[in-house]
């Protein structure tokens, strides 16, 4: 059975996978990015919980990333898409169905990457902290 944690990632990976944009977890970036772009789920770090007593409670501010890459001439416009579609899919439901208190995306900060011999790459890391709670940090 798989631990809450990892229940909450498949969920928001799910929802990632919804978009246009072909979606991967902890992948390594493939040698070609596809048209609608490419968004690689990490898992991050859950850090260090706060803890409550009676009943025990784990609440972590767990920081999951979504790498976001595009490629092509009209990658600006492309990228403002993909980066507006993230927020729209996290904001249709802030709780992914019930299984976290909250999920909010923080502000890229996006590159140019030159690629030798072909258009440039505009990537960002998009930080989505997921707040939940847990009985136990390893369940």
């Given amino acids: 059975m798989p631990t809450h944690r990892e229940t909450i990632l498949a969920a928001l990976y799910a929802r990632l996978s919804a978009l246009p944009a072909t979606a991967l977890r902890g992948e390594v970036l493939p040698e070609r990015v596809p048209a609608n772009g490419l968004l690689i789920l990490r898992d991050g770090e859950p850090g260090e919980p706060e803890v409550t007593l009676s009943p025990l409670r784990y ?3 767990h920081r999951a990333e979504v790498e976001a890459v595009v490629q092509g001439a009209d990658r600006d416009a492309v990228f403002d898409t993909l980066c507006a579609s993230i927020g729209t899919a996290l904001a249709a439901d802030r709780t992914l169905g019930g299984l976290c208190d909250w ?3 923080e502000a890229p900060r ?3 990457l030159p690629v030798e011999g ?3 790459l505009k990537a960002a890391v998009i930080p989505v902290v997921l707040h939940y709670s847990t009985a ?3 369940a």
């Fill in 59 to 61: 609440h972590y501010q």
């Fill in 103 to 105: 999920v909010e995306a």
């Fill in 110 to 112: 996006p590159v140019d």
């Fill in 118 to 120: 072909a258009a440039s």
């Fill in 136 to 138: 136990d940090p390893l």
